[in-house]
């Protein structure tokens, strides 16, 4: 069996995004009709059918979608064989893509992308934001090399390290009819019934939160929860309720003037920011050299 070339495979990955041939084909730049002959090309020499072409939509195969994966696997192995040929010349150079949860990109991001690019001017750098549960499984995947994160995080087949500890603080309202601050030390668990706002499940923001502050009573949380850091502030800012954000949110939030008021917590109420790659990525030191940018700009 011969080895599909490069060209097939990036044309089988046009089509996995764009899910239509001649969309697919100009993303390619090359006319549908040899985009399609591409990919008939790669099905003849697997010897697979992988996608169903019937009633003018494109629906994989089951084994379709496992070579989409591995192609993707495939594609970012090639991506590393150069950036190791170019790096023996200076680090960090090429293209790479990082995932970051929400709770942390608003925050690192923007003076971590203006280091990175005085430093290291030739790398590319690409960004996606989403949940921890999305870019772990997009990293897997190939769709990224390396993820930005909150631990501890229950993950397979990485390698991970730990930058720094984010603390959390209290927020409320600076008139809240929640929470009265007092000389006594802080006790989550005195708050009234339904006053504690959270993000929505599926955010690793709010189990951290929950277990760093070591609440005991689930009836202190309210029904309603948010979906994003900044709407959780929002609904501080009307007095819907009390929460907790992280320590690395505290100067976005007081240059906002929402009249929120910010108690700190004790030091062991924190989560721990982390890094993430595929084990045995060739790319290793490279990932560790921006570690220790997130590091200095954190410290």
């Not at 680090?91 to 003076?111: C, D, H, N, R």
């Not at 984010?166 to 668990?189: G, T, V």
């Not at 029904?223 to 502030?233: G, N, P, V, Y």
Request: glycine share 4%; aromatic share 8%; proline share 4%.
């Amino acid at each position: 069996m011969s080895h599909p070339t490069i060209k097939q495979l990036k044309c089988l990955m046009a089509l996995d995004a764009y899910q239509h041939f001649g969309q697919a084909a100009i993303a390619c730049h090359i006319s549908q009709s040899a985009f399609s002959l591409a990919i008939k090309e790669l099905e003849n020499k697997l010897h697979v059918q992988l996608v169903d072409r019937t009633n003018k939509q494109i629906i994989f195969t089951d084994i379709g979608m496992d070579i989409v994966s591995q192609a993707r696997l495939c594609l970012s192995d090639l991506d590393t064989l150069i950036s190791l040929a170019m790096n023996t010349q200076q680090p960090l150079t090429g293209k790479l893509t990082l995932g970051v949860i929400p709770s942390i990109a608003p925050f690192l991001l923007p003076q971590f992308i203006q280091d990175v690019s005085q430093s290291y001017p030739k790398l590319k750098l690409y960004l996606r934001e989403d949940k921890t549960h999305i870019i772990h499984e997009q990293l897997l995947s190939g769709k990224l090399d390396l993820i930005l994160m909150a631990l501890p995080f229950d993950m397979k087949g990485v390698e991970q390290i730990h930058l720094f500890d984010d603390s959390f603080i209290f927020a409320y309202h600076q008139h809240s009819r929640w929470f009265q601050p007092s000389q006594q030390s802080f006790d989550i668990n005195a708050l009234p019934e339904e006053s504690l706002l959270l993000l929505d499940d599926g955010h690793c923001l709010r189990d951290h939160a929950l277990t760093a502050c070591k609440l005991h009573h689930t009836e202190k949380i309210n029904q309603f929860s948010a979906t994003s850091l900044e709407t959780l502030l929002q609904m501080v800012a009307c007095d819907l309720g009390v929460t907790f954000i992280p320590y690395m949110a505290k100067a976005s939030l007081q240059a906002k003037n929402l009249h929120i008021s910010l108690l700190d917590l004790p030091q062991n109420m924190n989560r721990s920011i982390g890094l993430a790659w595929r084990k045995g990525s060739a790319r290793e030191k490279e990932f560790r050299l921006l570690g220790d940018i997130l590091k200095s700009i954190a410290t």
